[in-house]
């Protein structure tokens, strides 16, 4: 069945626990649906939370645990047991064209956030945990850094370029994408050792996060 009323939707996201994340940008609301949809007469989201700018990227944790929710202004972590924030980032993760380079880290203990607004480009691990118990950075302002990668040798990209973001399982490598090519960042040797030119505008990781 099909969903109506949802304003301009930019991001969904499933869970392993059968609820499904709808983000609103014109609506500046994130909508959570059970799964499977109930009959159109009952269809209505068990969870609406209200969001303060524009959210423009929503994805769940891969245990379910966690649900992201990211605009030009936040990047915000809630638990999904009733979707209440643990963790606010106290930055954005999108660029001038509302594009956004966020996600969880496959261990769903992280987040991997690209800084849109800084040159060269910075590849941050915020680690989840650490930075709601840190008490020198408040969980409700700002994360703990527990790793970052910056300047990325070879790779002349301006951010507004960027089309897409994935990690491999063992954040060995970040694949980056724009319009025309697909670019593969070993992160530890800071260096790329591939590229590809092609339609790039999406990208997911190889189904065995490695290449």
Not at 36 to 65: C, I, Q
């Amino acid at each position: 069945p099909s969903l109506t009323d949802l304003g301009t939707t930019v991001s969904v996201s499933f869970s392993c626990k059968s609820l499904l994340a709808i983000c609103s940008k014109s609506n500046s609301k994130v909508f959570i649906y059970p799964v499977p949809l109930a009959e159109k007469s009952k269809r209505k989201p068990k969870y609406t939370l209200d969001v303060e700018d524009e959210p423009l990227k929503v994805e769940f944790s891969a245990d379910g645990n966690l649900l992201l929710v990211g605009s030009a202004m936040f990047v915000q972590v809630l638990e999904t047991t009733k979707f209440t924030k643990i963790l606010d980032l106290g930055q954005g993760c999108a660029n001038s064209k509302k594009r956004t380079f966020v996600k969880f880290t496959p261990d769903g203990q992280s987040i991997a956030l690209f800084s849109p607004y800084v040159t060269p480009l910075s590849l941050v691990f915020w680690n989840i945990e650490q930075s709601i118990k840190s008490k020198t950075a408040p969980a409700n302002r700002r994360g703990t850094q527990v790793q970052v990668h910056t300047g990325v040798k070879g790779l002349e990209l301006r951010t507004a370029e960027l089309k897409n973001m994935c990690l491999d399982v063992d954040w060995k490598h970040v694949f980056l994408t724009t319009a025309t090519e697909i670019r593969v960042w070993n992160v530890q040797s800071n260096d790329v050792p591939y590229w590809v030119c092609c339609n790039a505008v999406h990208l997911e990781p190889p189904s065995c996060g490695h290449f």
